[in-house]
């Protein structure tokens, strides 16, 4: 079965530039969240969006923008890039119609580093 | 605040132990519980779910958790663990919040499993 994909799957970027990280849910998925994972850390949510639109936002640094596409896939856009965000970012995608938006399906995330 | 709490942060086992990974969360309305697990250096994998029914639920690999709704728990455990078994293991917590879902993590449990 399709899974959520990711990219790119690492990525190593300098401070104070930026990166773009990609997520494509599994078809017929209008929901899509992004986590962060730090080292040794749980995922903390930083924002999700439904049918296009932000419908939730976490703790999200305001240097950090996301969008959804109308092909439903997301991007989340990382400015002015600290050591502090190097981390793993997970997305996830669910359907409300499918699942009732009881589950969240993860991708295999992108590890960014920032040196 | 809603939270979900595991009481182990560490937890190291010979193979052939038996494992039960605490679990408490606080929501007082409907939840979906989850554990996910994590290997070393991958993305969360979903070990098992609990939306309805049987407070027992069984997930892949052996492992089993049952929800105790009075007390708020969803403890993970399995009666004979292998080496392959070390990993992190995260409780979550799905609840309808703000018309929203809003999945909570845990903050994991690191279990070593020697040979």
């Known amino acids: 079965a399709a899974g959520v994909i990711q990219s790119p799957r690492h990525l190593i970027k300098e401070k104070r530039e930026t990166a773009t990280l990609k997520c494509y849910p599994i078809p017929r998925h209008d929901t899509v969240y992004w986590y962060q994972q730090g080292p040794g850390q749980d995922p903390q949510f930083l924002i999700s969006?439904?049918?296009?639109?932000?419908?939730d936002k976490g703790s999200i640094p305001d240097r950090f923008s996301a969008q959804q596409f109308s092909d439903y896939h997301s991007e989340l856009n990382m400015s002015s890039l600290e050591l502090g965000d190097s981390a793993l970012y997970f997305c996830?995608?669910?359907?409300?119609?499918?699942?009732?938006?009881?589950?969240?399906?993860f991708g295999p995330g992108t590890r960014l580093t920032v040196l | 605040a809603q939270s979900v709490s595991q009481h182990n942060h560490h937890v190291i086992l010979s193979e052939a132990a038996s494992l039960e990974l605490g679990c408490n969360y606080s929501y007082g309305g409907t939840v979906n519980l989850f554990w996910y697990v994590q290997y070393p250096g991958q993305h969360l994998q979903l070990l098992l779910k609990?939306?309805?029914?049987?407070?027992l639920v069984k997930g892949i690999k052996g492992f089993e958790a049952e929800f105790i709704k009075s007390k708020f728990s969803f403890n993970l455990r399995k009666p004979s663990v292998q080496w392959s078994d070390t990993a992190e293991y995260f409780c979550a917590v799905n609840a309808m919040m703000d018309s929203s879902y809003k999945l909570i993590f845990g903050s994991g449990t690191r279990l070593l499993v020697r040979p």
């Open positions: 609990y939306f309805s029914g049987d407070p």
């Open positions: 996830a995608s669910s359907s409300p119609l499918a699942s009732g938006g009881e589950e969240q399906f």
């Open positions: 969006f439904y049918e296009k639109m932000q419908s």
